[in-house]
C-alpha cells in the first residue's frame, strides 16, 4: 500500500530496508542491529533478509564503530551506523568531531563522508542512569555535521533515506519516547528538503518552534491554548544544523512572538541560537523578547523524576502567557 499508518519505529525500519534494496552499498552497523534487532527493534528482521555482511552485529566499542565506518565511506560504502542510546556516543565523540565532520573539507571535497550516525535520544520511557540524554546542540555545533530529529512516522522514513543520501555525515537523532506513536506514511508522496522546516499547524498570536520528542507537546499546547481564544501557531524545525530560519523568520513577522522549545537543556542550547538569530532579523517585528523552554541545567535525573525534569504543557503554556503579557 503507498500510505499506511505505522510507527516511528517502523517507519525508520522501513526507510532501511528501502534503502539496502536499492543500493548495495549501503550497510547498516551497530551493537545488536543484527540478530537481535536493535534495543528497540528498529533493525528487527534486517539482517535475515540482507545477510550478515550488510547488516553487521558490532563490538560494544563506539568509537570502533565510527571509526570502521568512516574506512567504509572512504571504501564508497554508505554506512548506517547505531549508536544504541544516546549517553554511549561521547567515546566516539574524537572521531566524529575530529575526523568525519573534517574529512570532507579537508579534502576539499574530494572524500565524500556518506555515514549516518543514529542515535534514539531524550527521556520520557524511565531508562537507567546514562541512557536519556539529549546532546544535539554538541553535535550543531561542529562544522561539517548535519544534525535532524523526526517528530513523526512520515519524516522518519522519508528524512533517513535523504540522509543516507547524502554525501556529507548526518547525525539523526531519534526520539525513543516517539518510536511508538502512530502517523499515516504516504510512500509515494512528494518528499521536502531534508532541512526545511514545517508549518504543521497555523496560527496567529505567538510562534512555538520544536523538534523532535517536543513537537507533540507543542501541538497539545496549541489545542488546549484555542480553548481560550489564543491561536498559537506550530512549526516543527526538523534540522538542528543547518536551520531553516527563513521559515521561523516568516512566521515571526506574522505572530510578532516566539517560543522555542526542546528537551535538552535550555543554558546554551539550540534555542539560544535561535532566538538570537530571530531576535537580529526580527527585531523591528518582535512585541516580546524571544523566550525558551527546555531541560534543567543539570544532569538529567533518575527516572521518577524525569516528568519534573521534561518541559510539559504547562510549562509550554505558561511560556505563551509570559510572552502576551508583553
Request: aromatic share 8%; with cysteine; glycine share 8%.
Amino acid at each position: 500500500m503507498p500510505t499506511e499508518k505505522m510507527t516511528l519505529a517502523r517507519a525508520l525500519n522501513e526507510s532501511l530496508r528501502k534503502a539496502l534494496e536499492d543500493d548495495p552499498k549501503v550497510l547498516v552497523m551497530g551493537e545488536d542491529v543484527g540478530r537481535l534487532g536493535g534495543v528497540f527493534r528498529v533493525t528487527d528482521g534486517l539482517q535475515k533478509d540482507f545477510s550478515e555482511d550488510r547488516v553487521m552485529d558490532s563490538p560494544l566499542a563506539e568509537s570502533g564503530i565510527v571509526g570502521t565506518a568512516i574506512g567504509l565511506a572512504l571504501s564508497g560504502y554508505r554506512p548506517v551506523v547505531e549508536i544504541q542510546f544516546d549517553g554511549f556516543v561521547f567515546p566516539a565523540y574524537d572521531q566524529i568531531v575530529t575526523q568525519l565532520a573534517k574529512l570532507h573539507a579537508r579534502s576539499q571535497g574530494m572524500l565524500p563522508m556518506p555515514v549516518v550516525i543514529r542515535i534514539p535520544y531524550g527521556g520520557g520511557i524511565g531508562a537507567v542512569e546514562h541512557h536519556s540524554d539529549s546532546p544535539e546542540a554538541l553535535f550543531a555545533h561542529v562544522a561539517g555535521l548535519k544534525v535532524v530529529s523526526p517528530s513523526n512516522a512520515s519524516d522518519a522514513y522519508w528524512m533517513l533515506q535523504q540522509a543516507i543520501a547524502s554525501d556529507d555525515p548526518v547525525i539523526f537523532f531519534e526520539p525513543k519516547r516517539r518510536y511508538w506513536d502512530q502517523s499515516e506514511v504516504d510512500r509515494t508522496a512528494p518528499i521536502a528538503p531534508l532541512h526545511q522546516a514545517s508549518v504543521v499547524r497555523e496560527g496567529t498570536d505567538v510562534t512555538l518552534v520544536a523538534y523532535g520528542p517536543m513537537v507533540k507537546p507543542c501541538l497539545e499546547a496549541a489545542e488546549a491554548a484555542a480553548e481560550e481564544g489564543t491561536s498559537l501557531e506550530v512549526i516543527d524545525l526538523r534540522s538542528v544544523s543547518p536551520v531553516d530560519f527563513d521559515t521561523v523568520q516568516a512566521s515571526v513577522e506574522k505572530t510578532r512572538r516566539l517560543v522555542v522549545v526542546h528537551e535538552a537543556p535550555v543554558f546554551f542550547g539550540a534555542g539560544a541560537e535561535i532566538a538570537a538569530r530571530i531576535t537580529t532579523r526580527c527585531f523591528y517585528h518582535l512585541e516580546a523578547p524571544v523566550l525558551r523552554v527546555g531541560g534543567f541545567h543539570a544532569p538529567y535525573p533518575a527516572a521518577r523524576l524525569e516528568e519534573e525534569y521534561l518541559p510539559s504543557l504547562d510549562r509550554v503554556l505558561d511560556a505563551v502567557d509570559r510572552s502576551l503579557k508583553y
